[in-house]
């Protein structure tokens, strides 16, 4: 088993909701933050929310703020990104990764610092 894998894409229209989970069986999360990231083709990468479990403190970028949510359940070891009021311009491949070192902050703009990435879940917003 991979230690992280990502579940959940899949094509909706504008206005729809998708729940997207991230296994992440290899990481203690009390000892890792969880992010989830985003890259369109031709488009940079971008972070799109993180949780760090340990301190219960999230980050979200300003682009999903108010309309995705990040949680997290211990018992079933996965972190879930929760996506209402889907635009087009989410439509991207969805990867989890994990940061063992900003582990009770966790943030979205030093990618490099997280160390541990899925193989990605597509997400088409189009009606």
């Known amino acids: 088993q991979l230690p992280l894998v990502e579940s959940g894409g899949g094509l909706v229209q504008p206005g729809g909701s998708l729940r997207l989970s991230c296994e992440v069986s290899g990481f203690d999360l009390n000892y890792f933050a969880i992010g989830w990231f985003r890259q369109a083709p031709g488009k940079e990468r971008e972070g799109v929310s993180c949780?760090?479990?340990?301190?219960?403190?999230?980050n979200y970028a300003a682009s999903v703020k108010g309309r995705f949510t990040i949680s997290g359940d211990n018992a079933k070891r996965t972190v879930y990104l929760q996506m209402n009021s889907l635009k087009p311009e989410d439509t991207a491949v969805y990867y989890c990764?994990?940061?063992?070192?900003?582990?009770?902050?966790?943030?979205?703009?030093?990618?490099?610092?997280?160390?541990?990435w899925g193989q990605g879940t597509q997400v088409t917003v189009s009606s």
């Open positions: 949780l760090s479990h340990n301190t219960g403190y999230t």
């Open positions: 990764a994990a940061d063992g070192r900003n582990y009770r902050l966790c943030g979205l703009t030093r990618e490099q610092e997280y160390h541990s």
